[in-house]
């Protein structure tokens, strides 16, 4: 499976690792699977994990556009922020940030971070 869901019960984050390339059917399930864990929890916090990610065949621009539109329609209360770590390969990384700034422009705390440490911190805070 190119990606995994577990929750982080010292800083009360829900982790999504994402390892190769994704298919839109598997970015799918991984989005179901990251919220079934948080509502389950009632955690509000989420820290992707896309320092494997590698960028398929597909663009994912239109998965990550209506991602981002997806959460900017959830009710107050369900997502608080979101801390991503950036992949190696560059062409990942665009994608990554994009996704920041199609949240960010829709009001959603989504943040990029190159460490995994100053990643929690920030959610911690």
């Known amino acids: 499976m190119p990606y995994s869901v577990e929750y982080l019960e010292e800083p009360g ?8 390339a994704l298919s839109t ?5 991984a989005v179901v699977a990251t919220a079934d864990t948080a509502a389950g929890l009632l955690c509000t916090r ?12 597909h663009s994912p621009t239109l998965d990550i556009w209506a991602l981002a539109e997806f ?3 959830l009710p107050q209360g369900t ?7 950036l992949p190696a390969a560059a062409a990942a990384g665009e994608d990554i940030r994009f ?3 199609a949240c960010r422009n829709r009001g959603l705390d ?6 995994r440490d100053e990643a929690l911190a920030w959610l911690a805070t």
Do not use: I
């Not at 059917?25 to 399930?29: G, S």
């Not at 989420?46 to 065949?57: M, N, P, Q």
């Not at 997502?79 to 770590?85: D, I």
């Open 71 to 73: 959460l900017a329609q």
């Open 25 to 29: 059917a598997e970015f799918n399930a």
């Open 110 to 115: 989504v943040r990029v971070f190159s460490e």
């Open 46 to 57: 989420f820290l992707s994990d896309c320092r494997e990610l590698e960028v398929g065949e």
């Open 13 to 20: 984050v829900v982790e999504t690792v994402y390892a190769g």
């Open 79 to 85: 997502f608080e922020r979101e801390a991503l770590l």
């Open 99 to 101: 996704y920041e700034t």
